[in-house]
């Protein structure tokens, strides 16, 4: 079957680092990716992993390890705008995107 | 070039009715997926079309089920509205939804709201 986790909710604070971590079991793999949403807002494309390691894309940044179906996802100098939810989603191979629940991110002041 | 867009954006029913919504997916993306977000559920996979073939399906009941036209437009139907269909659908669309770097482009969903 198909399993993507990642924590409900985290907070932290304008200018901090945080990492929203996500765990998944597919039937095959063909990359995984991470979406934003802003409330009441479709999903936008963040970033994407096919090989293991860590992909970075200015403040934000994906790490991927294969073998331990893990994945996290970095933002640094958190600002305000960056409250929103964050998705986790593995394409297993030949099929569409599986999305996990996502991750809320609350940045306050 | 235009994004993926959804007509209606809103849309309210009554229980036992049904409803079509419709996608138009970005120029030249022949793949196109539905989900259905609900906030206890999250994003869920509904089907995909690619080529007028459904080409992948959720674990939805009947009830749901779509189509797509020549020009990669997708229409999505439910049939027999229940309360618990009330939900965001949201439409994404890809080039070809095989390589691992095909992003899939959101549009801004249709609110359905069964009464």
């Known amino acids: 079957g198909q399993n993507i986790d990642q924590p409900t909710e985290m907070t932290a604070t304008e200018g901090a680092i945080v990492q929203i971590n996500c765990t998944y079991q597919?039937?095959?793999?063909?990359?995984l990716f991470w979406y934003q949403q802003h409330a009441g807002e479709a999903p936008t494309f963040l970033s994407y992993?096919?090989?293991?390691g860590l992909e970075e894309k200015g403040r934000f940044s994906s790490f991927l390890s294969r073998s331990k179906g893990y994945s996290y996802l970095l933002l640094k100098e958190l600002q305000m705008k960056d409250s929103a939810s964050y998705l986790c989603?593995?394409?297993?191979?030949?099929?569409?995107?599986?999305f996990g629940k996502g991750t809320t991110l609350s940045v306050s002041s | 070039k235009a994004g993926v867009t959804q007509t209606p954006r809103y849309l309210i029913k009554t229980r036992g009715q049904q409803v079509t919504l419709s996608c138009s997916p970005i120029?030249?993306?022949?793949?196109v997926s539905w989900y259905q977000q609900t906030p206890g559920q999250g994003l869920q996979f509904l089907f995909e079309?690619?080529?007028?073939?459904?080409?992948n399906k959720g674990n939805f009941p009947g009830r749901f089920s779509g189509r797509q036209f020549s020009n990669s437009r997708s229409e999505m139907n439910v049939s027999t509205l229940e309360l618990g269909d009330s939900a965001l659908y949201l439409c994404a669309s890809s080039f070809i939804q095989q390589g691992p770097t095909d992003t899939q482009y959101f549009g801004p969903g249709t609110r359905l709201t069964v009464l």
């Open positions: 597919t039937s095959g793999f063909n990359g």
């Open positions: 992993n096919v090989l293991d």
């Open positions: 989603a593995v394409r297993p191979a030949g099929t569409a995107l599986i």
């Open positions: 079309y690619f080529s007028e073939t459904q080409r």
């Open positions: 120029s030249g993306h022949r793949s």
